[in-house]
């Protein structure tokens, strides 16, 4: 696959568990075009149809919530065609077509859970490089345990029926987590799940016991992302990983976020005013403007090279 292994044991054990849905699968909305889709907004096609300049503001809480302007649908689309053209490996280029509908998926997808469209597209190429039916398999001695599948390289771990039964998946079945529409919305869901409370942090406080003496406690507190994006999260798992080359997943994300931003000529505010990855000692600080590995220096000026979308107009 071209993405690379970036599972320590940590997260390997939390895609393994199992956590229970804030909302149950099945009320996902389902598409008037697609009965056997779930994800869809009832609003797609509308959105598609109007422009896409719906202006949010940052909010002033402090919260990750990103209120973003939304790209042009027409402009998102054909860049998502160049972006595939340009970084698809051994996989067929997509048609307008498709192109429209993987936009209308990401645009109805980030309205819902406000999240930034880019944001969306950064883990979409950074888990699949476009690819909707990428499905990276895990065995278990010579039995097929999961599959990290789809566009948004969601994890799924199988029962015998062949439905995922694990964390924000449980209940739902594979082959309908692979339709990109669902994929999209499921991804988003995730994003949205770890921002909001998902991830958990351990906190030493001291409890008096029986006998009236205090006692340090670990005492599991949500986490507040103070030294990383809570994207981290999609690939850590509830508890962020500091060493090893998971540490620096988020970073990873933000850079193309970065340059997707800049391509659609929109704003990420996720990327503003937070702490986007942990400091190295005796390394200078990772910035979102300045990719590492050789794959994101490429995956960027691949990016870099497709034309850019006008600005969208204020109302």
């Known amino acids: 696959m ?13 895609l393994t568990s199992v956590f229970s849905l804030p909302v149950p699968p099945e009320n996902v909305p389902v598409p008037p075009e697609n009965a056997a889709t779930q994800g869809a907004s009832d609003t797609a096609s509308q959105e598609s149809s109007t422009p896409d300049a719906l202006a949010h503001a940052v909010p ?32 067929p280029s997509w048609s307008p077509q498709k192109c429209q509908e993987i936009g209308r998926a990401v645009l109805a997808s980030a309205k819902r859970h406000d999240l930034s469209p880019t944001l969306l597209l950064a883990v979409m190429i950074n888990e699949s490089d476009l690819n909707e039916k990428a499905a990276r398999p895990t065995m278990h001695e010579t039995k097929l345990y999961a599959k990290d599948s789809g566009l948004m390289g ?23 987590l692979m339709d990109p529409t669902t994929n999209i919305e499921m991804g988003a869901r995730e994003l949205a799940y770890w921002r909001d409370g998902g991830a958990t942090t351990n906190l030493v406080v001291k409890v008096r016991d029986r006998n009236g003496h205090l006692r340090p406690m670990l005492r599991k507190v949500p986490c507040r992302h103070k030294d990383h994006a809570y994207w981290a999260h999609y690939n850590h798992g509830p508890r962020y990983i500091s060493q090893g080359y998971p540490r620096h997943y988020p970073h990873r994300v933000a850079v193309l976020d970065h340059v997707l931003a800049t391509v659609l000529n929109v704003d990420a505010p996720e990327l503003v005013g937070k702490r986007i990855t942990t400091h190295d000692v005796g390394k200078r600080d990772r910035t979102i403007d300045r990719p590492i590995e050789p794959r994101y220096k490429k995956l960027c000026t691949q990016i870099q090279s497709v034309h850019s979308c006008a600005a969208v107009a204020m109302n």
């Open 60 to 91: 002033s809480d402090g919260s990750d919530h990103a209120m973003s302007t939304l790209p042009d649908a027409g402009c998102l689309a054909r860049t998502i065609c160049a972006i595939k053209d340009k970084i698809r490996w051994g996989t």
């Open 2 to 14: 071209p993405f690379p292994p970036v599972l320590s044991i940590q997260a390997f054990v939390y």
């Open 154 to 176: 969601l994890r799924c771990v199988f029962d015998r029926r062949g439905r995922c039964i694990n964390g924000n998946m449980r209940g739902v079945a594979w082959t309908q």
